[in-house]
T-cell receptor, first 111, second 114 residues
Framework: EAGVVQSPRYKIIEKKQPVAFWCNPI?????LYWYRQNLGQGPELLIR????????DSQLPKDRFSAERLKGVDSTLKIQPAELGDSAVYLC?????????FGPGTRLTVT | GEDVEQSLFLSVREGDSSVINCTYT??????LYWYKQEPGAGLQLLTY?????DMKQDQRLTVLLNKKDKHLSLRIADTQTGDSAIYFC??????????????FGKGTHLIIQP
């Protein structure tokens, strides 16, 4: 069974540029999560989807971050415009019940 | 608010047992997890325990939960060099059809001495 797929794996952009991350969850997993992991820290939840519905986006900085999960499968997380402090690893996870499986992450560097 | 605390480093000799500890504050935590993260990689789910359990064993891994003290531990028997990684403790509640997002500790760096 394929795991959670994320792309790109690495992204370097200049501040004020837009950036997007893509996630394909494990087949059949209706819950999808986006986390951000800063250096030396544990991941922090940004948004959780149940199928197409964002059921918890309280930690998503809505002035510059947006996310969508069309058709309840793939998801895209966007930052526009990016700031220096957005440099981090962005992790996607999916679950069917209580076990959350993570993708390899996208390492974003904002210069 | 929710908080998960872990010590930052643990050093053990190869072949010894490693015990990684974690404390949490949220009394409504339903699920407690241990994840492993190797350099440049995502998080690998190692094991989990429900809050109505006090122990779970899976091959070399033993999880102990003291719900009264809100203390969780992960014991790795016969520690090998391949166990060198960062270990994250995490907790979650369950709402609706799925589990809430996880609240993670900062991670414990497990260092293996030859």
């Amino acid at each position: 069974e394929a795991g959670v797929v994320q792309s790109p794996r690495y992204k370097i952009i200049e501040k004020k540029q837009p950036v997007a991350f893509w996630c394909n969850p494990i087949s059949g997993h209706n819950t999808l999560y986006w986390y951000r992991q800063n250096l030396g820290q544990g991941p922090e939840l940004l948004i959780r989807y149940e199928n197409e519905e964002a059921v918890d986006d309280s930690q998503l900085p809505k002035d510059r971050f947006s996310a969508e999960r069309l058709k309840g499968v793939d998801s895209t997380l966007k930052i526009q415009p990016a700031e220096l402090g957005d440099s981090a690893v962005y992790l996607c996870a999916s679950s069917f019940s209580y076990e959350q499986y993570f993708g390899p992450g996208t390492r974003l560097t904002v210069t | 608010g929710e908080d998960v605390e872990q010590s930052l480093f643990l050093s053990v000799r190869e072949g010894d047992s490693s015990v990684i500890n974690c404390t949490y504050t949220d009394s409504s935590s339903t699920y407690l997890y241990w994840y492993k993260q190797e350099p440049g990689a995502g998080l690998q789910l190692l094991t989990y325990i429900f809050s109505n359990m006090d122990m779970k064993q899976d091959q070399r891994l033993t999880v102990l939960l003291n719900k009264k003290d809100k203390h969780l531990s992960l014991r790795i028997a016969d520690t090998q060099t391949g166990d060198s990684a960062i270990y994250f403790c995490a907790e979650s509640e369950r709402s609706g059809g799925g589990a809430d997002g996880l609240t993670f500790g900062k991670g414990t760096h497990l260092i293996i001495q030859p």
